[in-house]
């Protein structure tokens, strides 16, 4: 599997509401579900825009999302500490306690932002907590 097919399905599985290749149809430039679908099964490639698309709509950079060494990268635990604790913050200025699935998807796309160069902060982390709807 390609890998900007894996880390979509993450991202997009990590929304609340989920994200869904229907959801996916204009984003992509396409008409049907199904068009969208040949993609994620590899059975057709999308262009470097439609991949722009894509990676601006779900929140994520265009290298994160079709990095393939990304996955082999070493973790900088220094800023993974940091997210986690963000996370924890984060709950504790809601007063709501999420999932440990939930933390963690909250945790790993912090830690994406931040290695991308995007701000990340107890705010950040709060509101996406709010956005979450948990």
């Known amino acids: 599997m390609s890998s900007w097919i894996s880390?979509?399905?993450?991202i997009?599985?990590?929304k609340s509401p989920k994200i869904t290749q229907k959801d996916l149809i204009k984003v992509m430039g396409k008409t049907?579900?199904?068009a969208v679908g040949h993609y994620f099964t590899g059975r057709s490639r999308p262009?470097?825009?439609?991949l722009e698309d894509l990676a601006k709509y779900l929140g994520v950079s265009l290298s994160w999302l079709v990095s393939d060494n990304g996955d082999n990268a070493a973790v900088d635990d220094e800023t993974l500490q940091m997210c986690l604790e963000l996370v924890n913050d984060a709950q504790a200025n809601t007063d709501q306690q999420l999932s440990s699935l939930s933390a963690a998807r909250m945790a790993a796309y912090l830690y994406r932002n931040a290695k991308d160069g995007k701000k990340v902060n107890t705010q950040s982390a709060t509101d996406l907590i709010k956005l979450m709807g948990t």
Not at 7 to 10: I, L, P
């Open 32 to 34: 049907t579900r199904g």
């Open 7 to 10: 880390r979509a399905k993450f």
């Open 47 to 50: 262009t470097l825009d439609q």
């Open 12 to 14: 997009m599985e990590g």
